[in-house]
């Protein structure tokens, strides 16, 4: 019974026993004071630290997708629940609860995207005719949006995207990453530019994956990440949210009235 019992959940994460915690291996008093929170991160997701200069190019990536305002659904979500009532830690879980396939998910679906065309250009296809052929398979079987381009607001370009990756390139260039995903990434640029004839900008998404995908991120932790980097700005806008008050505050002023398309509709 007592095996019953302690095997029903197996872990190679966590040993604790009374006056003893072990995260991965190593004492919590070693860590407390010597691993950043990135490097703890990595280490509670991929099972050992990672380099400083490693860690350095994962803070950027978590730093740069924190927030990006109360136009983005998950920050509304996380403003509109403290209207509604609710604690700060309702505010986060609305936010990330709102990040799924559309908002939010495009980091881990560039990540696979990436690591397909990877993939036929390591069994020998040019890069170029490697991405032309996984952009007309991604257009054919999943959407004709293409995962880590373009941005709605964000015209030319999105500003994050151009630092994010010229940190990936002096990281390759000191040895710390391969520089194959960055290379990747710009050849997705190009032929989605030469089939568009005009810029289509690789955004947030498209440079945080290209970093995950350099440290050897799976495509689901790059969704996971986005989670945790948008929450820090969801507890951001819930705590501000607190602090200026307001009540039941839905997504329009109430002055602004929905589009009734069914019969019989109210005359002004």
């Known amino acids: 019974m007592t095996s019953d019992v302690s095997d029903w959940w197996q872990t190679e994460i966590i040993d604790m026993a009374p006056g003893k915690i072990r995260m991965r291996g190593h004492p919590i008093e070693?860590?407390?004071?010597?691993?950043?929170?990135?490097?703890?991160?990595?280490?509670?997701?991929r099972g050992a630290l990672p380099s400083e200069a490693e860690a350095?190019?994962?803070?950027?990536a978590l730093v740069a997708a924190v927030d990006h305002g109360p136009?983005?659904?998950?920050?509304?979500?996380?403003?509109?629940?403290?209207?509604c009532g609710l604690s700060l830690n309702g505010a986060m879980a609305n936010a990330v609860n709102m990040l799924d396939d559309v908002h939010g998910g495009a980091g881990e679906q560039a990540v696979h995207l990436y690591s397909q065309i990877d993939e036929a250009a390591t069994g020998g296809a040019t890069l170029n005719t490697a991405t032309a052929k996984a952009v007309d398979r991604w257009q054919a079987e999943q959407s004709p949006f293409v995962p880590g381009f373009g941005h709605r607001f964000h015209k030319?370009?999105?500003?994050?995207?151009?630092?994010?990756?010229?940190?990936?390139?002096?990281?390759?260039?000191?040895?710390?990453?391969?520089?194959?995903?960055?290379?990747?990434?710009r050849a997705l640029q190009a032929?989605?530019?030469?089939?568009?004839?005009?810029?289509?900008?690789?955004?947030?998404?498209?440079a945080t994956a290209v970093i995950y995908a350099e440290?050897?991120?799976?495509?689901?932790?790059?969704?996971?990440?986005?989670?945790?980097?948008?929450?820090?700005?969801?507890m951001a806008h819930g705590w501000e949210q607190m602090q200026q008050g307001g009540r039941n505050k839905g997504p329009t002023p109430p002055a602004y009235r929905w589009t009734y398309t069914g019969e019989n509709p109210i005359e002004d």
């Open 71 to 83: 136009q983005a659904p998950s920050i509304a979500a996380a403003r509109m629940a403290v209207t």
């Open 156 to 185: 030319p370009e999105d500003p994050r995207a151009p630092r994010l990756m010229n940190l990936v390139d002096e990281a390759a260039a000191a040895g710390i990453v391969s520089g194959r995903f960055a290379r990747i990434g």
């Open 215 to 234: 440290l050897g991120f799976a495509g689901p932790l790059a969704r996971g990440l986005f989670c945790l980097s948008r929450s820090v700005g969801a």
């Open 56 to 60: 350095r190019l994962f803070e950027c």
């Open 30 to 45: 070693e860590l407390i004071g010597n691993v950043s929170f990135p490097q703890m991160v990595w280490l509670m997701t």
């Open 191 to 206: 032929e989605l530019n030469a089939r568009k004839g005009k810029p289509v900008p690789m955004n947030i998404d498209g």
